[in-house]
Nanobody, 123 residues
Framework: QVQLVESGGGSVQAGGSLRLSCAAS????????LGWFRQAPGKEREGVAR????????YYADSVKGRFTISQDNAKNTVYLQMNSLKPEDTAIYYC????????????????WGQGTQVTVSS
């Protein structure tokens, strides 16, 4: 059974940085697609970034492009989301999600989800 555990959330002032981690276990395939999503109160879930661990190809939402970087450590089965120049509008619960292939950035494209980690950015 695939399990995803996020960590690294917290509170930071605008302009600051945080690094989120997503540790994956139970995946029987050597490569998979791991995405980061976020959901703020009263807003729809938004796909933030994704990476295909087999080749490292990445995708970023326009709202985070140039500020967020997704990366992987295959030895640790962990994917990171480095978030720089954080803005109050980045405040949300951040979720990592996994799929066998990177086919899209809708929540329905990812069958496995972590429990989420809160990121709060104050102005």
């Amino acid at each position: 059974q695939v399990q995803l555990v996020e960590s690294g959330g917290g509170s930071v002032q605008a302009g600051g940085s945080l690094r989120l981690s997503c540790a994956a276990s139970g995946y029987t395939y050597s490569s998979y697609c791991l995405g980061w999503f976020r959901q703020a109160p009263g807003k729809e879930r938004e796909g933030v970034a994704r990476i295909y661990t087999g080749g490292g190809s990445t995708y970023y939402a326009d709202s985070v492009k140039g500020r967020f970087t997704i990366s992987q450590d295959n030895a640790k089965n962990t994917v990171y989301l480095q978030m720089n120049s954080l803005k109050p509008e980045d405040t949300a619960i951040y979720y990592c999600a996994a799929a066998l292939w990177c086919v899209g950035m809708r929540g329905t494209d990812f069958p496995y989800w972590g429990q989420g980690t809160q990121v709060t950015v104050s102005s």
